[in-house]
Antibody, heavy 121, light 106 residues
Framework: EVQLVESGGGLVQPGRSLRLSCAASGFTFDDFAMHWLRQTPGKGLEWVSTISWNSGHRGYADSVKGRFTISRDNAKNSLYLQMNSLRAEDTALYYC??????????????WGQGTLVTVSS | IQMTQSPSSLSASVGDSVTITCRASQSISTYLSWYQQKPGKAPKILMYAASSLQSGVPPRFSGTGSGTDFTLTISSLQPEDFATYYCQQSYSDPWTFGQGTKVDIK
């Protein structure tokens, strides 16, 4: 059974940093690209970042580019999101997700339960 | 690519048939997925490639469309179907979601 378990969320002041983690199990982690998404009541669901199986490709939403860094440790079956220079608008529930690809596109097949990040002074 | 769902919410009764529409701001072929989300839970994939039912999803869910216009239909609504539904395109980066349609009990 595929399991994705996020951790690391919390309350942080604007301008500070936070590192999210996602522990994966139930599949061969180093065979798959992984993603971070976030959800807020106001903006809905938003894709945040992706990393390829070997970390050779990383992509970011424009809203986080230059501030967030995605990484992974295949030996630990873990995905990370380093979030710097946090803003109030980064407040959200953050999910890690595994995609099922077809024809070069895909859908988010498995999601974690999410970890809440609140940016406030 | 902007994804626009309608309606934003609807009220229906058990047994009703409901249809949710998703429109893309440009053609996305059939690279369209639908998700169901219940309160406090992560989204769950229902359909992909516009009309392919994900394994384990009841056949009362169906999807149609291509290009810019898509629909998700739930025939004979069941109590467990009251939730929020989202569409998502994977035609081009960044993958984007509709704003959601909440289906609640009339």
């Amino acid at each position: 059974e595929v399991q994705l378990v996020e951790s690391g969320g919390g309350l942080v002041q604007p301008g500070r940093s936070l590192r999210l983690s996602c522990a994966a199990s139930g599949f061969t982690f180093d065979d798959f690209a992984m993603h971070w998404l976030r959800q807020t009541p106001g903006k809905g669901l938003e894709w945040v970042s992706t990393i390829s199986w070997n970390s050779g490709h990383r992509g970011y939403a424009d809203s986080v580019k230059g501030r967030f860094t995605i990484s992974r440790d295949n030996a630990k079956n873990s995905l990370y999101l380093q979030m710097n220079s946090l803003r109030a608008e980064d407040t959200a529930l953050y999910y890690c997700a595994k995609v099922h690809y077809y024809d070069g596109r895909g859908y988010f097949e498995y999601w974690g339960q999410g970890t809440l990040v609140t940016v406030s002074s | 690519i902007q994804m626009t769902q309608s309606p934003s919410s609807l009220s229906a009764s058990v047994g009703d048939s409901v249809t949710i529409t998703c429109r893309a701001s440009q053609s996305i072929s059939t690279y369209l997925s639908w998700y169901q989300q219940k309160p406090g839970k992560a989204p769950k994939i229902l359909m992909y490639a516009a009309s392919s039912l994900q394994s384990g999803v009841p056949p009362r869910f169906s999807g149609t469309g291509s290009g810019t216009d898509f629909t998700l239909t739930i025939s004979s609504l069941q109590p467990e179907d009251f939730a929020t539904y989202y569409c998502q395109q994977s035609y081009s980066d960044p993958w984007t979601f509709g704003q959601g349609t909440k289906v609640d009990i009339k």
